[in-house]
């Protein structure tokens, strides 16, 4: 069983930064892909960012040149680094990590951009 625990998320204006972490722990072999997803209000869930245990990366067209995402191995943890963020980015954003024996899914922190 693996647990992903979310931290970061916010209220911020338009044009600010945010920090997102995610630290998975429990019980797994290895992790492959580590990412987050977001889902506005009435919208479906949709990918934001990933990066692979090797620190290959891939973004949301919406999101390229603001977001950063990066993955410390070693305390197999994941960040979304946010810049320039826009009211679009309003959401709950979801950390999940492939591992060994299945995707699991953190629970969520809100986000929220004002205008």
């Known amino acids: 069983q693996v647990q992903l625990v979310e931290s970061g998320g916010g209220l911020v204006q338009a044009g600010g930064s945010l920090r997102l972490s995610c630290a998975a722990s429990g019980s797994f072999f290895s992790i492959n892909a580590m990412g987050w997803y977001r889902q506005a209000p009435g919208k479906q869930r949709e990918l934001v960012a990933t990066?692979?245990?090797?620190?290959?990366?891939n973004y949301a067209w919406s999101v390229k040149g603001r977001f950063t995402i990066s993955r410390d191995n070693a305390k197999n943890t994941v960040y979304l680094q946010m810049n320039s963020l826009k009211p679009e980015d309003t959401a709950v954003y979801y950390c999940y990590c492939h591992a060994a024996q299945g995707v699991y899914w953190g629970q969520g922190t809100q986000v929220t951009v004002s205008s």
């Open positions: 990066v692979t245990g090797g620190g290959s990366t």
